[in-house]
């Protein structure tokens, strides 16, 4: 099982690596005197290639994989139980990570009918981003707002059950509102929050 995981991981970081060195080589290759400058859409397109990508390899190479063998299951409470984290809690948990660097971009799941209160959309733009990704999920929704006194931009993308067990815990959750979710369904949204200046 260990190894398995390890495995997993050690895949899931190579994929990130790869982003970065790329970004690297691309940096170099402008030459030192050039600044870099990249729109605030594709900054978060770049960050939510990462996400999905991470999150697909864990619930498809791992996840799914090691209930499938019978190895160990994916739990909501999987601190306590010696599971798994599901793929949301995952998600969730690198954008913990990412935000407690203090680099500024933040992340993070919600959704019009969601599971938890704290995953409910935080203002009328994310509420309008969600309805519109659940219309047309292969175009997120964005734009720049205010978030008290900062100026940020932000993408609302669609946020697909991207393996069976994503779909499986929202309908036999005791507290989700919605009992039907099969795999590729759109079950909310992942927002994406970059700091955009003044």
Wanted: charged content about 25%.
């Amino acid at each position: 099982m260990r190894r398995s995981l390890l495995w997993g991981t050690t895949f899931v970081l190579l994929v990130i690596l790869l982003g970065i060195a790329t970004w690297a080589v691309w940096s170099l290759l402008k030459g030192p005197d050039e600044p870099v400058t990249i729109p605030a859409e594709k900054v978060a397109e770049y960050v939510h290639a990462v996400i999905e990508a991470n999150r697909t390899v864990y619930a498809t190479n791992v996840v799914d994989k090691m209930q499938e063998k019978g190895i160990v299951e994916a739990a909501e409470h999987w601190r306590q139980e010696n599971a798994l984290p599901l793929p949301a809690q995952f998600l969730i948990d690198t954008g913990r990570v990412v935000a407690e660097r203090g680099v500024g971009i933040r992340y993070r799941l919600a959704s019009l009918s969601p599971i938890y209160v704290w995953n409910n959309p935080q203002s009328d733009f994310e509420r309008k981003g969600l309805e519109a990704v659940a219309r047309n999920p292969d175009r997120p929704f964005t734009g720049f707002v205010r978030i008290g006194r900062e100026r940020v931009f932000q993408a609302i993308y669609a946020d697909r059950a991207v393996a069976h067990a994503c779909a499986e815990c929202h309908n036999r959750h005791p507290n989700s509102p919605r009992r039907d979710y099969k795999l590729n369904d759109v079950m909310g949204g992942i927002v994406i929050t970059i700091p955009a200046g003044p």
